[in-house]
């Protein structure tokens, strides 16, 4: 059997903080059950914008220690680091991956050595996006299949999982709790294949992260 993490982003300003803070308990709950990684989108020009949360929200939530949190770092602060990695702006405290989203056209060998030194200045995982196949030979990062970018737009085929001796490899778009079963059956990974599906829109209702919807992926894809 393949072993998949879903990965969920639940913050968006759109709501109250207290709103936000009132989900932490089900998160809890469903992490407690399933293995998930939760995510927040970074980038400090977006700040209190449509899913990008403010400082103190974001804060207040990676100081819960006990769920597994990633960082999405956007707009320039994701160029810098792909540029300067040494000296780009840390990461917010509390994650264990950080997913540099510095381009939508992919990565230049010289960026994804960038990203997995910044990786290991921080002592954290390091997470890029390709458009294609898994660039198998770029090793150091994990990679995640998205040409979505977080609009749902689902794509009509996914790259072979990684081998066990490869990279940490995702898929994403377009996946949710009525779509999550057939892309897994398209996905075709063997057993013992190892993954991750990240999910954004997939999990929303009105905008809004739906706790509701999270478990219905995780019943899903672990009964």
Known sequence: MSRITPCSRPVSSRSPASTEFELLPGARALSARYPIEWGVL??????????????????TLLAARDLRWAAHVCGEAAKAIATDPLNAPLAPAGVQRVQVNHSFKGSTPT??????????????????????????????????????????ARPDRWPAPSPTDGPFCGYSGGIGPDTVTDILARIAAPDG??????????????????LAKCEAVCRAVYG
């Open 42 to 59: 970074v980038d400090p020009a977006q700040e209190d914008t449509a899913l990008f949360p403010r400082a103190e929200i974001r804060n």
């Open 111 to 152: 960026q994804v050595a960038a990203a997995r030194d910044y990786g290991r200045r921080l002592g954290v995982r390091t997470v890029l996006q390709c458009s294609g196949a898994f660039p198998l030979n770029q090793t150091g990062v994990d990679w995640l299949y998205d040409v979505s970018f977080g609009t749902g």
């Open 193 to 210: 294949a190892l993954y991750w599906i990240d999910m954004e829109s997939g999990v929303r209702t009105d905008g809004a992260f739906d």
